[in-house]
């Protein structure tokens, strides 16, 4: 069987790329910027995720290139 990243399916099938973690600490976006998973985060912007999302702390994501 392979695997196939559940992002790299979910995303392009309509997931929201800006969900965010029930306390609203962190977003999809923020934890592949987190843990260095290039290739998800251009994917994640490339389906529209907000690079400058408001996260629960006020601050905001700023991970733009």
């Known amino acids: 069987m392979i ?6 399916r979910t995303i392009p099938a309509g997931a929201d ?3 965010a973690t029930t ?11 987190a843990g260095g998973h290039i290739g998800v985060v251009e994917l994640l ?3 529209g ?11 905001v994501q700023s991970f733009t290139k």
């Not at 695997?3 to 790299?8: H, K, Q, T």
């Not at 609203?24 to 592949?32: N, P």
């Not at 995720?49 to 601050?59: D, E, F, G």
């Open 17 to 19: 790329a800006n969900k």
């Open 23 to 33: 306390n609203h600490d962190h977003t999809v976006l923020s934890l592949a910027c």
């Open 45 to 47: 912007l490339k389906h």
């Open 3 to 8: 695997y196939i990243n559940p992002v790299l």
């Open 49 to 59: 995720a907000n690079p400058m999302q408001k996260l629960k702390v006020q601050s």
